[in-house]
């Protein structure tokens, strides 16, 4: 315990030859963005004191599980299909907020599974996806500045509960606890029983084609799973009756994160004093898989520093301020020993600016000692978000398919593997992104608008995605 505690709150800095030795909290020592600050530092540090304390949220073993499956993307052998809200509230720790998310991303998995034929690796970002980097710490609210919204971990959304509170970090760890339990205990009593008939809801699909397209995928997706059935292939069978189903969030706060950061104990001897030669290793235990976000990833700056320590998978946000020199730099320090599979590089150009910027970030990272070894990703939400004439944020489904379109063609053409998707979506029927098969327009986002953030698919565009995404798979 005593070990612990010196490891995650022994902040000094030491030189070994010209590299500088990581700590827990060596971050600190960085200029930092989008970092909070507080009014009362003694209810932070009692927070802090109390993370510290807590158990890991997600053991050491599913972060290295989740590493192996991320190495067979990297390869080829696999997608990734990682998606959720873009703030996730403490409010959407319910039954039917957490199922739906659940539903959808297995549905959408399946459907990938279908085209690909290659096993999909699931992600959510949920169980943790509390804090957001704003683009200013202020706004105006009916005619008063404010506060920005920064994340339940961080302010509350009402007007009046905008004053960062250091009582959330704790309420974050309760949260995303409850909803991992919930996950966990849905997964193992079958939820995730792929046997049980599916509700496709296909009903609001307007153009007759695509329509018949779609329901002949379904009826052949679930022939197969009645031949398996028939055939008796799948009795017991693992695959067909469980999934693995991942967490994920951007690392932004990274006080929260050090104290959820836990040395492995293979370095202790059977005495559980430490042993020289083991080497120690870092997780960080609030989620299987952090990234750092567009605004934050500055190669000399602290969230660089903290993410290079962990063991954890990382995802990195590339983006058109992204140089291919800090490319390079980025995964130099977050992976030197270029393990396969360890960083995804996440990018998120815009459907206007991919056709000229993804190729050479492509050629600096394949054309390096990085060749096979990253999981590319695309996010095709973050590049492609415009406001309405009335001032709403909101993302055109035409635009998120074109990005994601012209970076298949584009991997194709460098001979790279474009190994998964990163989506912003709810299993609820918002009308937050316009267009889609549903063929929602501008004045129908008022009727059911309710992130409080960035725009999602709603249930039904993230199914048709995932159609047009297999089309691209079984290419
Ligand atoms: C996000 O993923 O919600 C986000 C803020 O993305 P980015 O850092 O790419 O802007
Ligand atoms: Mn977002």
Redesign the pocket.
Known sequence: MSLLSTELTGGKESRSGNTVSWTPSSWKSKPIKQSPSYDDQAAVDKSLAKLNHLPPLVPFAEIDRLKDNLRKVAQGDAFLLQGGD?AELFDYCSQDAIESKMKLLLQMSLILIWGSHKPIVRIARMAGQYAKPRSSPMEMVDGKEIPSFRGDILNGFKTDERTLDPERLVDAYFHSAATLNFVRGSISSGFADLHRPLDWGLGHVRDPELQKRYSDTVESISDNLDFLRATGHDTGSRELSTVDLFTSHEALLLDYEQSLTRVSKSHLDQQGTSSASAEKLYYDTSAHFIWVGDRTRQVDHAHIEFLRGVQNPIGVKVGPTTSSSDLLTILRTLNPKVEVGKITLITRYGAAKVGSLLPDHIKIVENSEYAKSVVWQCDP??GNTRSTSSGIKTRQFADILSELEQSFVIHKEQGSYLGGVHL?MTGDAVTECTGGSQGLLDDDLSLNYTSF??PRLNEKQSVELAFLIAGHLKQ
């Open positions: 873009c939400m973050h912003e953030c960035d």
